[in-house]
């Protein structure tokens, strides 16, 4: 009686084994969306200010508390650069 529950065991195991990697190796994976042409379109903080003139020394920026600070012009800098996908954002020495 015992030898005939660890064959049953045995053979259970295997069987499940073997179904796992069966399904496994089915291939079955999920396609990404279709995609649809249109532009990704990213939020405009409103809180940062539009580049001001090369010949201002100061800027005021907002705070995120709402406060102004005012700071030195590094949007004058040769090497700040626009962020092309963030309008109103820069990135400072070219990083």
Not at 24 to 32: E, I, Q, W
Not at 77 to 84: A, G, I, K, N
Request: hydrophobic share 35%; glycine share 6%; charged share 15%.
């Amino acid at each position: 009686m015992n030898k005939k529950i660890i064959i049953v065991g045995v053979i259970t195991i295997l069987l499940v084994m073997a179904i796992s990697i069966l399904y496994m190796l089915s291939g079955k994976t999920s396609t990404p969306p279709p995609n649809t042409g249109g532009n990704t379109v990213f939020p405009i903080d409103s809180t940062v200010n539009t580049r001001p003139a090369s010949n201002d020394t100061t800027m005021k920026i907002s705070s995120a508390k709402g406060e102004t600070l005012e700071v030195n012009n590094f949007l004058a800098l040769p090497s700040t650069v626009s962020d092309p996908m963030n309008n109103g954002y820069y990135y400072l020495s070219d990083n």
